[in-house]
């Protein structure tokens, strides 16, 4: 219990960090999308009275850090959905975070994992408002 919240207070203080303005901090911004090996997925989710909702899942991986940025595309989620954030090695999973979150059109949350090794991170959308099947929508293996 307490290593798991240790584990989970680093992920959110990372997450945190990871979202502070750069410019605030004195440097300039380089988007992910621009980076050597950078992955844009495009994840249709569900269509709804309106157009499609859609996310973005950029994926990269830079000086051993994992880095993943969802980006809704589309309108608003009618619901909540949960993000899933899993460390892959071997044949072990293990949940490093699961968020609800409800996205606004245009909104992004980011996540950085430092010094994953040779274990694969990766990244599943699960909209609440239907049964997705079970699909890894960004992985990054930085080792």
């Known amino acids: 219990m307490y290593r798991f919240s240790l584990g989970a207070a680093a992920l959110v203080a990372t997450f945190i960090a990871g979202t502070i303005d750069a410019d605030a901090q004195g440097r300039t911004p ?3 999308e ?3 090996g950078a992955n844009v997925q495009t994840v249709q989710l569900a269509s709804t009275t309106g ?3 859609n996310v973005d899942v950029v994926s990269g991986c830079v000086n051993n850090v994992a880095m993943f940025k969802i980006v809704n595309v589309g309108e608003a989620w009618p619901r909540l959905g949960k993000l899933h954030v899993v460390r892959i090695s071997g044949d072990n999973m293990k949940t490093l975070s699961k968020r609800s979150m409800r ?3 245009g909104q992004q949350a ?3 994992l430092k010094d994953i090794g040779t274990d694969t991170v ?3 959308v699960e909209p609440t408002w239907y049964e997705r099947p ?3 929508d960004a992985t990054v293996t930085c080792g």
């Open 134 to 136: 079970f699909k890894f």
């Open 122 to 124: 990766a990244v599943f």
């Open 110 to 112: 980011s996540f950085r």
């Open 30 to 32: 380089i988007p992910l």
């Open 51 to 53: 157009a499609p909702v």
């Open 34 to 36: 621009t980076l050597p």
């Open 103 to 105: 996205f606004a059109s």
